[in-house]
Antibody, heavy 116, light 108 residues
């Protein structure tokens, strides 16, 4: 059974940094693109970043480009999101999802709050 | 960027009724690469429909999707109590992947 478990969320001041992790199980991570999607409180879903199987292709939403970095370690079945220069508007639940064009499996999310 | 507009914003219906949700794209979605997700309060979204009309694994057949080009529809034939939730469409025919703003199906 496919499982994705995010961790690393928390409270951080504006301008701070946070690193999120997503542990994958039940499938071979090296066969799939992976994605981070976020949802601000009471709002809809926003695609943040994705990465192909070997990490040679990475794409970012304009809202996070230059501040966030997606990475992966297939040997450790993990995907990461390094978030720098955080802004209040980055406050959201961050979901890791398996990317098959659509997003067929999602983690439960980890909450990031950017506030002074 | 393909902008997806969902309507209505909120749908108030009773259990057993039929729900029809619309998703309109600002430009044609290549390959009918459109998905629908259900999100219940406090939970992660769940894939319901992909490629406009194919049900994901384990999704009951009361959920169906249709459409092509710029107009897509999610239909729930008879609402069950567990179907009251927010539904999002998402396109993957172009980059970046984009979502609609959601339709809330609430109990009347």
């Amino acid at each position: 059974e496919v499982h994705l478990v995010e961790s690393g969320g928390g409270l951080v001041p504006p301008g701070g940094s946070l690193s999120l992790s997503c542990a994958a199980s039940g499938f071979s991570l090296s066969n799939f693109w992976m994605t981070w999607i976020r949802q601000a409180p009471g709002k809809g879903l926003e695609w943040v970043a994705n990465m192909n199987q070997d990490g040679s292709e990475r794409y970012y939403a304009d809202s996070v480009k230059g501040r966030f970095t997606i990475s992966r370690d297939n040997a450790k079945n993990s995907v990461f999101l390094q978030m720098n220069s955080l802004r209040v508007e980055d406050t959201a639940v961050y979901y890791c999802a398996r990317h098959s064009g659509n997003f067929d499996y999602w983690g439960q999310g980890t909450s990031v709050s950017v506030s002074s | 960027e393909i902008v997806l507009t969902q309507s209505p914003g909120t749908l108030s219906l009773s259990p057993g009724e039929r729900a029809t949700l619309s998703c309109r794209a600002s430009q044609s979605v290549g390959g009918s690469f459109l998905a629908w997700y259900q999100q219940k309060s406090g939970q992660a979204p769940r894939l319901l429909i992909y490629s406009a009309s194919s049900r994901a694994t384990g999704i009951p057949d009361r959920f169906s999707g249709s459409g092509s080009g710029t107009d897509f529809t999610l239909t729930i034939s008879r609402l069950e109590p567990e179907d009251f939730a927010v539904y999002y469409c998402q396109q993957y025919g172009g980059s970046p992947r984009t979502f609609g703003q959601g339709t809330k199906v609430e109990i009347k």
